[in-house]
């Protein structure tokens, strides 16, 4: 069942500018995580965040969590074309503590 | 390098075939994870294994089986394939249950039905 909705579908900016990314999910959760896939490539971890945190920062990126309004957003400041990628998010809210996948989105930084 | 391998990179067959995915964990992960992941999809949660036993399925096909050997390597099963089952399967690996965990991925098996 899909659980995290991301929002947009895709984003396209130029180097430099900030990236923001919106994840909303529709059960209670313990946690939502943040990955990111390069094309054709596998998934990297990039931050978990708690139900009972509002922020998180890890370099350039920086997630928030509203669990009132069920949805989260990642920010990459300053992006560069490396962040070139599908970012996904993922929950826990079911029960066998498998992790819900988004859609993901898809970021193009251009040059 | 997460850690996770997956073996064959890339495999094609034809219709009706069978083939066998395999996956080795990051070194001390007893979970392993199994998804696949259709052209410019999201990734679709098959099946997951706690310490070799079961613990959670997704959208697993009944055409698909897999199983966690006591060494924590796991199999994934496709047989009869399909058009449609050309995809990219990932496995991924974490420490204890998937919440609370980050997972780590392996670099997947592109499959070709033909």
């Known amino acids: 069942s899909q659980q995290g909705e991301e929002d947009p579908q895709a984003l396209s900016i130029q180097e430099g500018e900030n990236a923001t990314m919106n994840c909303s999910y529709k059960?209670?959760?313990?946690?939502l995580q943040w990955y990111r896939q390069n094309s054709g490539r596998g998934l990297v971890h990039l931050i978990l965040?708690?139900?009972n945190e509002r922020e998180k920062h890890s370099g350039r990126l920086r997630v928030t969590l509203d669990t009132s309004k069920k949805s989260s957003s990642l920010l990459i400041t300053a992006s560069r074309a490396a962040d070139t990628a599908s970012y996904f998010c993922?929950?826990?809210?079911?029960?066998?503590?498998?992790?819900?996948w988004g859609a993901g989105t898809k970021l193009i930084i251009k040059p | 390098d997460s850690g996770v391998t997956q073996t064959p990179k890339h495999l094609i067959t034809a219709t009706g075939q069978r083939v066998t995915l395999r996956c080795s964990p990051r070194?001390?992960?007893?979970?392993v994870y199994w998804y696949q992941q259709s052209l410019d999809q999201g990734l679709q949660f098959l099946i997951q294994?706690?310490?070799?036993?079961?613990?959670a399925k997704g959208n697993i096909l009944e055409r698909f089986s897999a199983q966690q050997f006591p060494d924590l390597h796991s199999e994934l099963n496709l047989s009869s394939l399909e058009l449609g089952d050309s995809a990219l399967y990932f496995c991924?690996?974490?420490?204890?249950?998937?919440?609370?965990?980050?997972?780590?991925f392996g670099p997947g098996t592109r499959l070709t039905v033909l």
């Open positions: 991924a690996s974490s420490e204890g249950l998937a919440g609370y965990n980050e997972q780590f």
């Open positions: 070194s001390g992960d007893l979970s």
């Open positions: 294994y706690y310490n070799g036993e079961e613990r």
């Open positions: 059960t209670s959760i313990n946690n």
């Open positions: 965040i708690r139900s």
């Open positions: 993922a929950t826990d809210a079911d029960s066998n503590y498998q992790l819900i």
